[in-house]
């Protein structure tokens, strides 16, 4: 698994990985006793992966957010969630394989899962396009969430997907105006929703699942309004500062935490969350849990306002100076 | 008429060199020499092929609202640097140049006042300042004309042109199209018009935002209008993409855009659109043909 790793970061932790490994296979078949330094090779292991992954730079966490073997939204239906029932189709035009959706339990308690599904291999991805919406993801997910306001349950959306996608048919159908309608009607439902962003959050065609009452990030996830190489190539005129405006963008949980977008962010285990998917599921649960209590715990009509204001607050400018 | 206009186009080749550009501009679509006093008393409408020709933020405001009836609002607002963003200049002195050059602080003028006798809250964007790129800003400064338009029970017309994001600001410049809708969303339940035009170019974040979720879109001939740039979408289908793509005919053959209206007409059919959604009499003065 670790040798098809796309990371540049990690490449010494997958040799000594590959190491051990050999050590181990030697010992077994000479029948001999290798444990000590096969103890000592993973000690060096653990504080080798501390050390990577204690302090990545943003585009370290970019690769991260975009890693093939993370959850995925089918990966957290099957451990964060229970009794996931799929539901297909946006009723005017076709279904979209890259937003999954359907009621599923949280706890026991039902709610609604709308999210960005990518693919891990090349056929899969074919079949999801990459996660990358048309403008049908978005009108089925606006159905789905539309349902679950007619029923009065809690809608969450997982955000994966580097963004909706830029293609003919998208434009002749109108993804301008799925990701708009979206926008306002996420604002106007009055059930608690809550967004969680567990890859890459690209754009527009993240936030079209995105206005909630409380935005989560997995802490190795990215939200961004622009790719990095995209913002390189247009600001710095070359791709390969994407080191640099993946810096600049301040696109990761903690930086999002601080400027005030993001309300929570769940830790992943040390070597990221495609270590332990079953870890980062029950943190998942558990926080999601959390959130749903504390929404479900306020007025219907207090809960919106609170969106609203919200969102009211986000962004920074200066009003004129008193006469 | 054949005679005349050779005869023009023979000046024009002799002198197109020293012609000067404060006075002269070319039409980029027929090639007519026009005298740009002429074309700007024609709302920058080329008089002889109806080309739209980039207008002025304020060109928009006058030919839209009634004489001296318009209030600009926010004019003083400007925008932080929430990332302390530095590409190969940093943010604030990119603003800095950019409100010496469009003269004014930034990409969208906000206002109210009577069109055609009603009352309504407007704001129109400015190409000029950054391509119109969305950040707090203007986000803010269209929810704040949401928000009185909301609370004085007025319509809301917003005039778009712009690239998309102002990727300086990051993610707070994608959370403003979440801010925008919503503000759009309680005028909405409110039940108060609001209508969208769409100018040349209008994509990206705006387009995916307010200036799809007019209760009327309208769009100015030939504007270009969508969601990923032309550039984009040749490079991920990697193929050129057909004539007329993106432009407003194609979006009113797809449903898009409720009609495709002459920057000369725009005022008097805004009139009448607003006239039938607020209950009003026909207007004395303006045409809804
Ligand atoms: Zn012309």
Known sequence: ?323 | MAWFRKEKQKLTAADKRELPSDVFEKCPECGEILYRNRLEQNLWVCPACAHHHRIGAEAYVSLLMDEDGFTETDAELRSGDPLKFRDLKPYPERLKSAERKAGRGDAVITGYGPLDGIDVNLAVMDFSFIGGSMGSVVGEKISRAARRALLQEEGLIVVSASGGARMMEGILSLMQMAKTSVALAQLQEARLPYISILTNPTTGGVTASYAMLGDVNLAEPGALIGFAGPRVIEQTIKQELPEGFQRSEFLLEHGMVDAIVDRRAMKSRVAGYLRHMLGLPRSEVAETA
């Open chain 1, 1 to 323: 698994m670790m040798a098809s790793s796309p990371l540049d970061f990690d490449k010494n932790i997958r040799e000594l990985e590959a190491q051990i490994e050999r050590l181990q296979g030697l010992a077994r078949d000479g029948g001999l006793d290798a444990d000590s330094e096969v103890g000592t090779l993973e000690s060096k292991l653990k504080d080798l992966k501390k050390n990577a992954y204690g302090s990545l730079t943003p585009i370290e966490r970019v690769q991260l957010a975009r890693h093939p073997n993370r959850p995925f939204t089918r990966d957290y239906l099957e451990r964060t969630f229970t009794d996931f029932m799929e539901m297909h189709g946006d009723r005017l035009y076709r279904n979209d394989e890259s937003i999954l959706g359907g009621w599923a339990r949280l706890e026991g308690r039902t709610v609604m899962v709308i999210g960005h599904q990518r693919g891990r291999d090349m056929k899969e991805n074919l079949h999801r396009n990459f996660g990358m919406p048309h403008p049908e993801g978005y009108r089925k997910a606006l159905r789905l969430m539309h349902q679950a306001d007619k029923f009065g349950h809690p809608i969450i959306t997982l955000i994966d997907t580097p963004g909706a996608y830029p293609g003919l048919g998208a434009e002749e159908r109108g993804q301008a105006e799925a990701i708009a309608r979206n926008l306002r009607e996420m604002a106007a439902l009055r059930v608690p929703t809550i967004s969680v962003v567990i890859g890459e959050g690209g754009s527009g065609g993240a936030l079209a699942l995105g206005v909630t009452d409380r935005i989560i990030m997995l802490e190795n996830a990215v939200y961004s309004v622009i790719t990095p190489e995209g913002c390189a190539a247009i600001l710095w005129k070359t791709a390969d500062a994407k080191d640099k405006a993946a810096e600049a963008l301040k696109l990761t949980a903690p930086d999002l935490k601080a400027l005030g977008v993001v309300d929570d962010v769940v830790p992943e285990p040390t070597g990221g969350a495609h270590g332990d998917w079953d870890g980062v599921a029950d943190a998942l649960r558990e926080t999601l849990a959390r959130h749903v209590r504390e929404l479900e715990a306020m007025d219907r009509d207090d809960r919106r306002r609170a969106r609203w204001r919200k969102y009211e607050a986000l962004g920074e400018w200066r009003e004129p100076a008193p006469a």
